[in-house]
């Protein structure tokens, strides 16, 4: 039985369907078939995989729902599922970089013949409210896989020795010029509510919405920059064991972490890092990207402050800081220089293991394994980065890693 919609909201939906698709493409224009294969570690997917699962995403859940459908390739449903278990059997993570076939070129007709059956039961009114929460689900979940996507092509394109760009910018200005100064914006304790008001979307991790208590806080008015890294590392922060936690100080040990991911002293001393647009000096008034869990913890201990809990983040957002404009420009990927008072360079680390919220409950089918089955081992992070779509932040989202990961745009703000 299908549900007919008011037009408006099918053609804002639509329009938003074909927007989100036409993001991916145009990330992906500049990229070879070369680049789009391989798999620089397991925790990154080749970006065909990313292309290709968004599409199997949209087929699965929402095309797959009508009793008639008939699957483009079965193959497929193997190739491209990710984790859902309740769905098959499916490709090992690991090796999604062995499938050479099909290459980019079928994976694009792919693309397009999903996206052309959708947008036509959109146009006819046809999906069920299930079937068009979906899809705006669908629309989320790509711009999620989006920001992966240029996280993975970074990992990998920072293995190669000739150091190649994704995206060509002009020099920074003046990449010693210091940070503005550090300074610190009173939250207030005692009851407030924090998760998902109902207002727009919102993933199931960010539900229900409920009370907590907090003492008083003061939060950064600002990210932590390189600047301040630059005196972490001259202080010997990755070379004293007080200062981490112990699963942290193994992390050091095994990695041998003395910097930030993809940064290199160079014979000079001078520091640089592997952007998107090549390897360039570090920019001292950017917020420091690509640090841990265990490496933000050891730097607010090392700084004599903490990292804040995620509900004391978002208190502190909530009376007053907003997501910058510009993210995801796809002519930068990189952090602007911080600034008061916003959002959106670098995804900020928080005390707060990621756990479910009270009376969480995880939706029937397989889609409710969307994010209810990875709460443990992981931290919570929030905000947003420089390559998060611009449609995606908001205050409640919960973002997660495990506490070793430096491959995300990640940073910290400090509290105390």
């Known amino acids: 039985m299908t549900t007919t919609v008011a037009r408006p909201d099918l053609a804002a939906l639509a329009a938003r369907f074909a927007e989100v698709r036409t993001r991916t493409d145009r990330l992906t224009h500049g990229l070879s078939p070369e680049d789009q294969t391989p798999q620089s570690m397991t925790e990154a997917s080749p970006t065909k995989w990313h292309r290709a699962h968004t599409t199997w995403f949209f087929e699965e859940f929402v095309l797959g729902a009508d009793p008639g459908y008939r699957p483009r390739d079965p193959a497929f449903r193997y190739l491209f599922n990710s984790y859902y278990e309740a769905v098959g059997e499916r490709h090992p993570r690991a090796a999604r970089g062995h499938v050479t076939r099909p290459g980019i070129a079928a994976v694009a007709a792919y693309r397009a013949d999903v996206e052309q059956q959708v947008a036509a039961r959109l146009e006819a009114g046809t999906l069920t409210e299930e079937q068009l929460d979906l899809v705006e689900l669908g629309c989320h979940h790509e711009e999620q896989h989006q920001e992966l996507l240029l996280m993975d092509i970074k990992h990998l394109l920072s293995g190669n020795v000739l150091q190649p760009t994704y995206v060509e910018r002009a020099p920074d200005d003046d990449p010693t010029a210091g940070p503005t100064p550090l300074r610190w914006t009173h939250v207030s304790g005692g009851v407030t509510h924090v998760g998902d008001d109902g207002a727009g979307f919102a993933f199931d991790n960010e539900r229900p919405r409920h009370r907590v208590w907090l003492e008083d806080v003061e939060i ?197």
């Open 220 to 416: 950064g008015t600002r990210q932590v920059t390189n600047a301040e890294w630059f005196d972490f590392i001259a202080d010997g922060g990755y070379t004293r064991p007080d200062l981490w936690l112990s699963d942290g100080w193994a992390s050091v040990q095994d990695a041998g972490w003395r910097a930030p991911g993809y940064w290199r002293e160079d014979d000079d001393g001078r520091w640089t890092t592997f952007t998107l647009s090549g390897r360039r000096p570090v920019v001292a008034a950017e917020p420091v990207c690509h640090v841990s869990f265990f490496e933000a913890d050891a730097f607010a201990r090392w700084a004599g402050q903490r990292l804040p809990t995620e509900q004391e983040w978002e208190a502190g957002a909530a009376s007053g800081l907003e997501v910058r404009g510009g993210l995801l420009d796809p002519q930068r990927c990189h952090p602007s220089r911080a600034s008061e008072v916003t959002l959106g360079d670098v995804w900020e680390w928080t005390a707060s293991a990621y756990v479910p919220y009270p009376g969480f409950e995880t939706a029937p089918g397989a889609v409710g394994e969307y994010n209810g089955k990875f709460m443990n081992d992981q931290h919570v992070l929030r905000g947003a980065s420089a390559i998060t779509p611009p449609q995606h932040p908001r205050t409640t989202y919960r973002n997660f890693f495990p506490a070793a990961a430096r491959w995300a745009f990640s940073g910290l703000r400090l509290a105390r």
